[in-house]
């Protein structure tokens, strides 16, 4: 058999430019001077321009001068480090609005050239399905606030009226009025569940320890629900704290390992606790001009079968589920109450791998929430 050089084994004859030009997002390098020096296939579709056209001209025949674009290929020479900012809206005359993740990361040589990345298809879309997420929220606060005043009052009448005619009834009928009362009794639980939807008073946040969090919800579980399942818990010891509400956290987490455990396998049932920070990872508030630092990661990964296809783009939704007898309202609960720490939420799944992802803002030296 013949010898293959250990140049092209490791990959000496293949064009780094080619894997540049294949890659599905836009990727441009951008000088000190600000001037284009490369631009992929992908990156001028997205702009409607040709290489010939723009490299060597300035980015800002392509971006407004005061895109925050700037700032992030500033920050990345100045940090000597890969920095990324969620929902930048890019605009020009040729291709309008799009909201996009853009991440720049030095080249290392020459020093001052940076690698500008747009995720248009990827990170930006789940960033907008979050703020859908949000919105779902929205619609079951106000739906849990009908409820309550529509549906909650006449259940009383009706049972208070079953439990009269319980009194005088035969034994067989008094089958039938149990039922009713125990059906009535069903649906109010289930608007007493929504009805946490609809607590519009300001979040009360301060620093709390991720970890405390996530080890008191491990304990609750492994006492209980996920008694079958073996924890492995990779953390970051020097995450500092989050700027959040300890008792909603607790809440979140917790409802993300009992879904996880549901998932796992009877046999052999693996939850992975991960923590990491992010760095350079913010979100534009809407409405204003602030940028929200999103740095701690929390990630809950299980080795079930994965979320079906048919539900994932609607998982946040209320009433989606895939348990028997779930009602749809765990995850969407989940949301809301990422939503109101100005974190997000995200999920990856493949067979025997399925990991849900928060992004959480932390204190800064003050005690108060990291912006921009």
Same mark, same amino acid.
């Given at each position: ?9 490791? *990959? ?7 894997? &540049?030009? $294949? ?5 441009? @390098? ?32 392509? +971006? ?12 990345? !020479?100045?940090? %000597? ?8 809206? @890019?605009?020009?005359?040729? @291709?309008?609005?799009?909201? @996009?993740? /853009?991440?720049?990361? #030095? ?10 990345? +747009? %995720?248009?298809?990827?990170? =930006? ?9 949000? *919105? ?6 106000? /739906? ?49 569940? /929504? ?30 629900? =996920?008694? %079958? +399942?073996?924890? +492995? ?31 796992? #396998? ?9 923590? $990491?920070?992010? %760095?350079?990872? !913010? ?13 701690? &990661? ?33 995850? $969407? ?37 990291? *912006?921009?």
């Amino acid at each position: 058999m013949a010898r293959v050089p250990a140049a092209r084994r490791l *990959g000496a004859d293949i064009d780094p430019t080619s894997i &540049l030009a $294949a890659l599905p997002d836009p990727v441009m @390098v951008v000088d000190g001077d600000g001037l284009i020096r490369f631009i992929n296939l992908e990156a001028q579709e997205f702009f409607d321009v040709s290489a010939t056209r723009v490299l060597g001209t300035r980015l800002t025949d392509l +971006i407004p001068e005061d895109s925050p674009v700037f700032a992030l290929l500033d920050q990345a !020479r100045i940090t %000597h480090a890969t920095v990324c900012e969620y929902g930048v809206t @890019v605009e020009t005359q040729r @291709v309008g609005p799009h909201s @996009v993740t /853009m991440q720049a990361a #030095p080249l290392g040589d020459p020093p001052d050239q940076v690698v500008l990345t +747009i %995720h248009e298809r990827s990170i =930006a879309r789940r960033i907008d399905k979050q703020l859908n997420h949000r *919105g779902a929220a929205r619609s079951v606060v106000a /739906m849990a606030a009908m409820l309550a005043h529509e549906v909650k009052n006449p259940l009383s009448g009706i049972r208070g009226a079953a439990q009269l005619l319980e009194e005088n009834a035969s034994e067989d009928d008094q089958i039938l009025t149990r039922l009713i009362c125990d059906e009535a009794d069903r649906i109010v639980a289930l608007v007493d569940r /929504m009805e946490v939807f609809t607590d519009g008073r300001p979040l009360e946040r301060q620093a709390v320890n991720i970890h405390a969090v996530l080890e008191h919800v491990r304990r609750i579980a492994q006492t209980g629900f =996920a008694r %079958h +399942i073996r924890f +492995i818990e990779k953390y970051d010891p020097s995450l500092p704290p989050v700027l959040g509400n300890r008792d909603q956290l607790v809440q979140v987490f917790l409802n993300m390992v009992k879904n996880a455990a549901e998932a796992c #396998p009877d046999q052999g049932g693996e939850i992975l606790l991960s923590t $990491a920070y992010q %760095h350079g990872v !913010r979100l534009a508030v809407a409405g204003s001009d602030s940028r929200m630092h999103l740095p701690l &990661l929390v990630s809950v990964a299980d080795n079930g079968p994965g979320i079906p296809e048919d539900i994932r783009a609607n998982l946040f939704d209320p009433f989606v589920t895939t348990k028997m007898n779930g009602t749809g309202l765990g995850l $969407a609960l989940v949301a809301k109450i990422i939503g109101d720490h100005g974190g997000v939420i995200d999920f990856e799944s493949v067979p025997r791998r399925t990991i849900f992802k928060v992004s959480l803002p932390v204190t800064d030296q003050n005690g108060h929430g990291e *912006g921009a």
